[in-house]
Structure formats: C-alpha cells, structure tokens
C-alpha cells in the first residue's frame, strides 16, 4: 500500500504525503518521488512509495547527518544509505478535545517574536520535533506566568480537512493545573470551527500520554509506524 495506490486510502493513512501535496505543497522540497518540510519547520518526509527510486530521491533532499521522519501505516524497509535512529508504533488519534475553557490565566496566540522561548520550553519538555520555524505551520497558543511561557500548544500538519494538534507541552513546575487541557481545548476549537477535524500522533509507548487523550476524547484512529532515518556524513 502507497499512497497512491488506492483511491479508498485515508488522507491521513499517509499524512505527511497528503499534507505536502494538499494543504501544505507550497511548504514541500521535493516532487512527485519525494518530499519534505524545510528543516527548520519539520523533520517530517514522504515517499510516493517503497521503491529504491524513491529512497534515492529522498537521499537527495538530504544533507549529511540530516533524518527523516517518516509516518507510514507499514514497516519501512530503507537502503543501507540510511541508519534507521528509531523504528516505533504510534497512535494516529482524531476527534474533538472535551471544551476546558481557561480559567485564571490568559490564553495568547504566539508568533515569532516567541520562538526563543518556545524553543526552551520544548527543548526541556521534549514534546516532539520542533524548530525554529515551526511556528509558520499554524496557530501556536500558549500561556504565561510572570511573563515566563509555561505551557503552549499548536497546529502542525494539515492534510486536506484534518489539522494536527502538536507541540503541547506544560513547564514540570506548572503541571497539575489543567493548563494542558485548556491548550488542547483552545486549539481544537480554532480547528473545528474553520471545519476541519482535529488530529495528533503520540508515541504508543508513551501510555499516560494515550490515556490523557482518551480521556478528553480523542480516539485512535489506527497505529502507524514511526521511522527515523538519518544520512551518514
């Protein structure tokens, strides 16, 4: 299965492919074989299918020391070009958070001049892949205390009428207030009411994770496999 052999495949069965030549194709390095983000926004990349061609085609958007990440309903099977960093199971989830509206503090949408301390808070709190140009995907929303960003949320991939919810993630000395709820709410409302359907990934190992989601609603769609390939310098 590719994602171009069946017109009964989900959009979101191979959801960086169908978001780089949908929603997001002006963002895409590459072209029909392969694609990309551009780095500083995502390390996320497509191909058109399993063959040595396409692998090949990748290799070529690559530079040295440079991954991959890509999300695919099969196990990928890469070239010896690459080293695969990481090969996991994850839960492609979908719906609609429950409503947590805020209470006590301000929920702000966040723009470039946040980057810096967007990347401290994810650079401690590991939420997933982002960069300095993350941002640019979609609306990012977070919440400050004493002018420090302890917790923010936002939107990554947008594949035709599904848009990611990703990046959320809570300062260690601020859990335990509901602020990761009140983001998760926030952004899927901003989702919902443009009429698009609210989706995110979490690593299925990641169980307390899984199980938040659940909780406020979310359920999973199906597992992909999570792959990592790096290019040797």
């Known amino acids: 299965m590719t994602?171009?052999?069946s017109t009964s495949l989900h959009p979101l069965d191979y959801p960086v492919w169908t978001a780089l030549t949908t929603t997001q194709r002006a963002l895409a390095e590459g072209g029909a074989l392969a694609r990309r983000y551009p780095v500083p926004c995502a390390p996320f990349a497509a191909l058109a299918e399993m063959s040595a061609e396409c692998f090949?085609?990748?290799?070529a958007l690559m530079a040295p020391r440079e991954i991959a990440v890509l999300f695919t309903p099969d196990a990928v099977s890469a070239p010896d070009t690459f080293k695969v960093r990481l090969a996991e199971t994850g839960e492609q989830m979908i719906g609609t958070p429950a409503e947590a509206p805020a209470?006590?503090?301000e929920i702000a949408t966040l723009g470039i001049d946040d980057v810096p301390a967007m990347m401290e808070l994810t650079t401690l709190t590991k939420p997933g892949s982002f960069g300095v140009r993350t941002h640019e995907l979609g609306t990012f929303l977070g919440i400050r205390i004493g002018g420090r960003l302890v917790a923010m949320a936002g939107e990554r991939m947008k594949a035709v009428n599904h848009t990611e919810i990703s990046a959320l993630c809570v300062h260690p000395s601020y859990r335990r207030r509901g602020y990761g709820r009140m983001l998760l709410s926030?952004?899927?409302?901003r989702i919902v009411a443009r009429g698009e359907i609210p989706f995110l990934?979490?690593?299925s190992s990641n169980v307390s994770a899984?199980?938040?989601y659940r909780r406020q609603g979310?359920?999973?769609?199906r597992r992909l496999l999570i792959t990592v390939l790096k290019k040797p310098a």
């Open 56 to 59: 090949a085609a990748l290799d």
């Open 210 to 212: 899984v199980a938040l």
């Open 103 to 105: 209470r006590g503090v």
């Open 3 to 5: 994602p171009g052999s």
């Open 186 to 189: 926030a952004v899927s409302q």
């Open 218 to 221: 979310m359920e999973t769609r």
């Open 201 to 203: 990934h979490v690593l």
